[in-house]
């Protein structure tokens, strides 16, 4: 495969890792050396992923896959891409409102699927019981704990 000048990945180390089913850690080195194998010297990377923007609760990790160790700091991540070819040229964290306004998107999308469907729909009580726990999992759960980090790469 021959090199690129750019690539972007957001929200997706998943792809390397183990399945998200396993309820592992997240396998940030194995996505870092992927994507640095995709660039030549000199290309660029946006790489935005899931960090601990504060110290995991009980109450994040159980809304979560229940493991503290399931994602890094943003410091933890600058310094693995660091030792793993790249120079940082950027880093960026999103805000709450931010991350605010990207989960209450998603949940929005599962109250507007309510609103046109039947209350009787045969996935009705599903979709309601998805909207519920994400709803509870988010605002009781992982809400000013978990974030999102953005980093500007170089590969050297």
């Known amino acids: 495969m021959q090199a690129t000048d750019a690539v972007v990945c957001i929200g997706a ?4 890792g183990p399945p998200v089913e396993a309820a592992q850690p997240l396998d940030y080195l ?6 640095r194998d995709l660039l030549r010297r000199g290309g660029r990377l946006v790489y935005g992923e899931a960090v601990w923007c504060s110290a995991p609760t009980p109450e994040a990790t159980a809304a979560l896959s229940g ?7 943003a410091d933890e991540l600058v310094h693995l891409v660091r030792m793993n070819g790249f120079t940082v040229s950027g880093v960026d964290l ?3 409102d931010e991350w ?7 949940m929005r999308r599962l109250e507007r699927w ?7 729909h045969s996935d009705a009580a599903e979709v309601r019981k998805q909207l519920l ?6 605002l009781d759960g992982y809400r000013g704990v978990l974030g999102m980090a953005y980093l500007t790469l170089v590969a050297a």
């Open 133 to 138: 726990d994400q709803r509870a999992r988010y």
């Open 13 to 16: 180390s998943q792809v390397w």
């Open 100 to 106: 605010d306004n990207f989960e209450s998107g998603y």
């Open 114 to 120: 309510l609103a046109t469907h039947p209350a009787d």
């Open 94 to 96: 999103a805000s709450q």
């Open 67 to 73: 493991r503290d160790d399931e994602f890094l700091t």
């Open 30 to 35: 194995a996505a870092v050396i992927a994507l």
